[in-house]
Every structure is written in C-alpha cells, then in structure tokens.
C-alpha cells in the first residue's frame, strides 16, 4: 500500500471518530444562533414597548401641560419662562415646581407620577423613582382582631357630628401636668413636603392620608406600619372611622384630591368602593367627609380660581356641591349644588367666553344635625359674575335628599378668581374680597343648654346663628382684621362654656380688611360673643429665612377639659389654658426629627389641619408647602413624660 494511500486512511479514520463531536459543535453553534436570534427578538420587542411606554408618558404631560400651563407659558402670563426655556431645565427641576415651587398649585391637581410625565414631555429626560421608605418599620406583630375594632378616641375632622373639636374623653391631660408633655416618636412621610390630613385615633391604632395618596394604618405606641393603601391623589381631609351599630363593621371613609371618594376595611385597608364625586375636570376634595349610618356626606371644593388668572381661560364653569353617598356601596344618592348651572354670559375684554354664576365651593367638612336631620355645610366665593345668595354662607340640606332647607349668608357680592390677583380679563366686575368661610359650622348646646351655630370668616368676623330659625344671625364679632389670607382659616372650637378662635391675620393687600392684626388665640362668650380674653402671639421669626414664617394661627384649634391647643404658621405647637388663655406649654416643630420609620423627618409650619388629642396624647402634623411656608413631612405624638 502506498504512504498517499496509507495517509487516506488515516485520516478518514480521524475524520470519522470526530464526526459526532463535530456534528455537535456545529448542532450547538446553530441552536446558540438561534437562541440569539431569539434573544436580539426578546430585545427588539423590548424596546419597542419601551418606546411605546414612552410615547403614552410624552402623550399624558403633553396632555397635562396643554391643559394646566400653556396659556401661560406661551405668553399670557408674563413672569412665566417660555416653552422653549423650560426645555432647557432638568427634569428634577419641573417636578420640583410642580411639587413644591412656584407652580404648586396648578401642581395640586396632578399625581407625582403626572408631575414626571409633564417633566418628560416638556425635557426628553426621566426622573430615575425611588423605592417608597414605608416598609422599613413594618409592625412585626399581627394587627389583632381586637385592636382592630378598638374605641374611637377622635374620628374625622371636628372629633364629633357637630365639628366641636372639643375631646370630651380626655382624663389624664390638665392644665397641671401639660408641660411634661415630650415628644413620644415622630413618623416621616417619604417623598413629601406637606402634611394636612388630620390623624384619626382610636386606642389601638392612628390612621393618615398622606400627600402621595397613600392612607397609613400606624401603631399608636410605636408608629410602626400595620398597612397602607394608595389613593389616585393627595389625601388632604381627615379619615372618618365609622363603626356601624348593628354589624359593627369599621370602615374608613374619605375622599382625595381629585375628587374621588372611598371606603376601606379598617382592619386590612382593602377597598370597598371608590366614586367619582363630580364632574368637573377641575373638582376637588380638601374638605374630611361625615358619616351617619346610612350615608357618606362629601363636601366638593375645586382648583379653578387658579386658570381663571389666564385671560384666555374660559372661566368658569365648576359650582361647588354636596353630595350624598350611600354608605353601602357608594352609589350617589343626592347631589345638592351651591349655584345654578353656569351658563354664557358674553366675552371678557380679550374675547373669551364667560360663564356664571360659578364658585361657592364647599371647603370644609360638613356638620351632621341628626335631630332636625340636617346636613350644614359652609361655603366660598363665587369665581365668576353674577355673585349669589349662596357664596360666603351656610347651607343646610336635607339629610335624606339633598333639598336646601335654608341658606345664611354672611357676606355679599364675593365673586373673586386669580384674575384678580393679575388683574386680568376674568376678574369679575364684583372683584370681592376672597372671604371664603374655609372653616366648618359648628353645632354646639351652651353650658345653659341652649343650641348655636358657630362660624368663623376670612373676613375675621365670628358669627352666632339660630339653628330654629334658619340660621338667623344672632351676633357678630371681630376677631382679626381679615382678608385673603387673614382671619379664621380651618376650625375653632368649643367645649359650651367658651368659643376658642384662631386668627391668622396675614398681611395681604386686600382692601377689604379692617384694622390691626391680631394673631393668636381669642375666647368668646358664645351667648354672645363678647371677648374672655385674647393671647395674641408675638413674631419670633428669623429675620432672614427662604420660607415665609409668622407667628399666626391659620390651622384649626382643638381643646379638652381645661386645655387648648394650637399649632401656628412658625411652626409652634402651643396649650393654652382654657379659662385665661396663658401658655402653659410650648414645643418648636420647625427642626430635623429622627423617625420611627426611617424617613428624614423635617418639620415646617402648621397649616390646615389641628391638633388631635386623645388618651392623654397630642397628635400634630408639621410641614406645608403651600404660599411660600415652612415645608415638612411629620405627624409628631406627644404624650407626658413622653411614655
């Protein structure tokens, strides 16, 4: 045999006992191909959804911004950067304004993931979010079944069904041992910059909106979470606990800002219903809602003041209601409006379409008067012309079908909007003074037994009405000098022997107001509303801040036997004694805090909502974003000796 012979066979012998292994290295090279193939399909389509996520982002701020900041934007408000500048920002820096900065109001209508979306639209660029802080201090124990269903110590905004804000159970703080009060934890809100929705307690448990939506079911002896549930929109009321009398089922009841209202399981947080309250784009809730056995009462504010500044807005067409809700299931029973459907009322001087009569929003939580079965609640300015009977008033309705029993007005001719503030084409010819009544009627029997209407006004007048006969004005008082932002802001309140009244008295220049300031705490006879005695507040301030500070009392007042608590635009928690009105104890929130949770905790002014107090125990928010105030994101507990 030849070696070229020899060498064939050879190497088909080789050939051969590599065949299998080489079949295979060409079998897996294919199959990775494929795999790839596969793979590079996974990531086209994965970017092609991502592109589409994208797209839906930049079409919802497109959208968003279109409704709420073009007109400004493009010219029709002068202080305002162009389009094109605002290209030019960081993302960070949109949200920011729109969050906390100059644009917070228009900014109140929009969800933090809204706010990313028009800050998308309006850079090209994303805003990396961060995974919420709640669940570091999750409760390591069960939320038992008993503590599901503990006592209502204070439910809702007023405490009680007639908004006395007056804690009847209170036995273990007086005036005697108040200034041991310490602070016993403090809880952060992550991601937030104010705190309005006033703590519900009960003796196991506190339950909280929050301004990202999310509701908190916390510990009361340690702040740790039980659970949380998540709105659509800010929670700007307090929850109402409504314990029915013959099932005993608890549930939570409250509405969001984008005019929503809900119901939850007290014990877990799972929702029960949700509904739509109204429908203007522009609606909101701030106020807390009432409950009775039977119904879910939902007093509807709205935004539309603030486009009503753009002369090209066709202002307005939100009116403001009450709505009745079935406590069930949440369908709408009745719906109860403050003014007459608007309608065209010719052009402003630039050639928008104006419509009236509009406005007369229902700011606060309404007041419940089982024994004539009525529903009260209190109400604002018109935002358009013509001005009616029922802006700057108290309306009672009837429980069971919404009809208005009787209206008392306090105020007349109040039509106002943002234009007016510009001095702009849509601010109406009455160009009132913005005296909304942002507080609840209070329903309050005297120490003699005799049954009154409390009311307190921007204007800085107290009045006394006659529930038996339609709310006739029995006296008036003037407590503050009033104006837009002056006099009585969120509640007073009542323990029969004394009316207790809070006056913020911000300096503005609304012509309308009347006087010397008088910021602090007055106590009233409410016969007749004679003057007990004044505390006014000395301004404390730095002199150089970058927040707005003032010594004013704008959030609402509680009291309890002896005592009175209020909480000021500085930041200052205070305790009055009730029969004279000195300090007894006083607590500065405006610092950093250590929280339970985790979260940076940093208290700011004291706004909206008040004191909370309950089984020996003060509840208080701190922070608030709102015209140039102290920002914060806190509910501080205190209790004595801080146990």
């Known amino acids: 045999m030849s070696i ?17 292994g080489l079949l295979s290295m060409l079998l897996a090279v294919v199959c990775a191909a494929e795999r790839l193939g596969a793979s590079a399909e996974v990531v086209v389509k994965s970017k092609e959804k991502q592109n589409e996520v994208r797209q839906a982002n930049f079409k919802v701020g497109e959208d968003k911004f279109q409704a709420l900041c073009m007109a400004c934007h493009a010219g029709g408000m002068l202080e305002a950067p162009r389009v094109e ?16 900065g100059a644009m917070s109001t228009i900014g109140l209508s929009l969800s933090g993931e809204e706010m990313r979306k028009v800050a998308f639209y309006l850079t090209g660029k994303t805003i990396e979010s961060k995974q919420a802080e709640r669940a570091l201090f999750l409760c390591e124990s069960e939320f038992s079944a008993s503590d599901q269903k503990a006592n209502s110590l204070w439910s809702s905004w007023g405490g009680q069904a007639g908004n006395q804000r007056f804690q009847t159970k209170e036995k273990k703080l007086t005036p005697s ?13 992550p991601d937030t910059t104010r705190v309005r929705s006033q703590p519900t307690v009960t003796e196991a448990v506190t339950y909280i909106g929050s301004q990202d939506g999310r509701i908190y079911a916390l510990d009361n002896n340690t702040g740790c979470i039980h659970w949380t549930f998540t709105a659509d929109a800010e ?8 314990a029915h009398p013959e099932t005993d089922k608890r549930t939570l ?3 969001d800002y984008k005019a929503s209202a809900y119901a939850l399981d007290a014990g877990t947080g799972k929702l029960l219903w949700k509904t739509r309250v109204h429908e203007h784009s522009l609606a909101t809730i701030t106020g807390s809602v009432a409950v009775d056995d039977d119904r879910v009462y939902v007093p509807v504010s709205s935004s539309e003041v603030v486009p009503a500044a753009n002369s090209e807005y066709p202002c307005c067409t939100f009116r403001g209601a009450l709505v009745g809700l079935n406590l069930r299931d949440g369908h709408i029973e009745w719906r109860t409006y403050t003014t007459k459907i608007p309608v065209p009322r010719g052009k402003n001087s630039v050639g928008t379409n104006r419509f009236g009569p509009s406005g007369a929003p229902i700011w606060s939580t309404p007041s419940l008067d089982k024994k004539r079965n009525l529903v009260m609640a209190t109400t604002g300015q018109n935002y358009s012309s013509p001005a009616t009977g029922t802006s700057d008033a108290v309306i009672a309705m009837d429980a069971t079908t919404g009809e208005v ?9 109040d039509a106002w909007n943002g234009g007016c503030v510009r001095k702009t084409a849509n601010c109406p010819e009455e160009n009132g003074p913005d005296f909304d009544i942002g507080a609840s009627v209070i329903l309050s029997k005297t120490a003699s037994g005799r049954e009154l209407l409390l009311v307190g006004q921007k204007s800085g007048l107290v009045y006394a009405m006659d529930p038996d006969q339609k709310g006739k004005i029995l006296w008036q008082q003037r407590v503050g000098r009033g104006g837009t932002m002056g006099g009585v802001h969120w509640g007073m309140t009542t323990d029969g022997e004394r009316l207790y009244v809070g006056v913020s008295d911000l300096f503005t220049n609304n012509p309308y107001k009347k006087g010397d300031a008088h ?8 016969l007749n509303g004679k003057f007990l005695w004044r505390t006014h507040l000395e301004n404390t ?16 007042v509680s009291s309890s036997p002896g005592l009175v608590f209020g909480g000021a635009l500085d930041g200052k928690l205070r305790a009055f004694d009730a029969s004279d009105g000195s300090i007894l104890w006083s607590y500065d929130t405006h610092k950093l805090f250590t929280t339970v949770n985790g979260v940076e905790g940093r208290g700011g002014a004291i706004e909206a909502d008040g004191p909370v107090i309950a089984d020996g125990k003060v509840f208080v928010t701190s922070g608030y974003d709102k015209w140039g105030e102290m920002p914060g994101n806190v509910l501080l507990v205190f209790s004595l000796d801080g146990q």
């Open 85 to 100: 500048a605002l290209k030019l920002y960081p993302p960070e820096r949109i949200v920011e304004a729109l969050n906390s």
């Open 4 to 20: 070229q012979v020899k060498t064939m066979t050879f190497l088909q012998s080789v050939c051969l006992k590599l065949l299998p």
């Open 541 to 556: 301030c730095p002199k150089e801040s970058k927040f707005f500070c003032d010594p004013g009392i704008s959030a609402a």
């Open 519 to 526: 910021p602090g705490l007055h106590a009233l006879n409410p």
């Open 253 to 255: 009841l409250f509405g």
């Open 177 to 189: 041992n108040v200034q041991n009060l310490k602070l016993k934890w403090a809880f952060g809100f």
């Open 405 to 413: 029993a009787w209206v008392s007005q306090v105020w007349e001719n």
């Open 235 to 242: 929670v700007r009321g307090a929850i109402n606990l409504h």
